[in-house]
């Protein structure tokens, strides 16, 4: 099927597949870490940004992020019933050895990802699109702490995700960029069906495709939560957990095959 291009790269983040785990170590340039706790995460900030920010600003910085995640934790926990019992880990990487170590791990650019840890690319500050990437990697890390054994397909895990980081910056709905970019591709013929984006992440994809993948995941859950509510997004995803079937879980929370679903959201975009 043609693909229509995009120019959008990712600023924000993702989950990466179990399989790329291996590449991931947990030592800094030079092996060491400093760590600071909150209560519900542990930082381990790369020795590195220190050098870089200076010891004060790599102290604010900690702060900063922590106080954040405990923000988007209570958020979470309000408006997704996820509340993860563990602590969660995330590591802060000096953004030059993010880069030189990450790289090879996606096709496309990425400021942080999910993999047993949040990952995330260091900064000076607490940026809104660190705060974005932030959230999203946190959905993550949830849905993992409530099913480790339970692969989610990238469709439901990174449109949650971006439905939940684009609600904690105030967003409540698609922007009418984002509504008319997924029109245009409709018309085209050229969306992905839920089964292409049912791989467990869109690390592989091309860029183009990656940006319409998060981008038509988002807009699905997005179609979900316009048309049926906030509460039934919280019953499908708790059904998916339970019982580990889509199918099931679709009907249970919006009393529809998940196919008739799809397609209704595939109509409300025009898609031939």
Same mark, same amino acid.
């Given at each position: 099927m043609q693909r229509v291009a995009f120019s959008l790269l990712l600023a924000g983040g993702l989950l990466l597949a179990p399989t790329a785990l291996l590449a991931i170590g947990d030592s800094g340039a030079d092996g060491r870490f400093e760590r600071r706790e909150s209560f519900h995460f542990?930082?381990?900030?790369?020795?590195?940004?220190?050098?870089s920010a200076g010891i004060r600003g790599s102290r604010h910085f900690e702060q900063q992020v922590l106080r954040e995640l405990?923000?988007?934790?209570?958020? %979470?926990?309000?408006?997704?019933k996820l509340?993860? !019992? /563990?602590?969660?880990?995330?590591? +802060?990487?000096?953004? =030059?050895?993010?880069?030189?170590?990450?790289a090879g791990l996606f096709r496309f650019s990425a400021a942080g990802f999910y993999g047993s840890a949040i990952h995330i690319r260091g900064d000076e500050r607490v940026t809104p699109a660190l705060i974005r990437v932030l959230h999203h990697e946190l959905?993550?890390?949830?849905?993992?702490a409530e099913a480790p054994r339970l692969v989610l397909p990238a469709w439901m895990n990174e449109g949650i995700?971006?439905?939940?980081?684009?609600?904690? %910056?105030?967003?409540?709905k698609l922007?009418?960029? !984002? /509504?008319?970019?997924?029109?245009? +591709?409709?018309?085209? =013929?050229?969306?992905?069906?839920?089964?292409?984006?049912?791989t467990p992440s869109f690390g592989g994809f091309s860029p183009d495709a990656a940006a319409l993948a998060y981008l038509q995941s988002y807009?699905?859950?997005?179609?979900?939560?316009?048309?049926?509510?906030?509460?039934?997004?919280?019953r499908f995803w708790s059904a998916v957990v339970r019982?580990?079937?889509?199918?099931?879980?679709?009907?249970?929370?919006?009393?529809?095959?998940?196919?008739?679903l799809e397609n209704d959201f595939r109509r409300s975009l025009g898609a031939r």
């Open positions: 542990t930082l381990f900030q790369d020795v590195d940004l220190d050098e405990e923000s988007a934790y209570d958020r %979470l926990d309000s408006m997704l509340r993860p !019992e /563990r602590k969660i880990d995330v590591y +802060v990487w000096d953004p =030059g050895i993010f880069d030189e170590r990450f959905v993550h890390a949830a849905f993992d995700a971006e439905w939940f980081e684009a609600r904690a %910056l105030g967003k409540r922007s009418g960029g !984002e /509504r008319a970019a997924l029109e245009r +591709v409709a018309k085209q =013929g050229s969306l992905f069906s839920l089964a292409e984006l049912g807009g699905f859950i997005d179609y979900l939560v316009q048309r049926h509510g906030e509460d039934e997004l919280v019982s580990q079937s889509l199918a099931r879980a679709a009907r249970r929370a919006y009393r529809a095959d998940l196919a008739d």
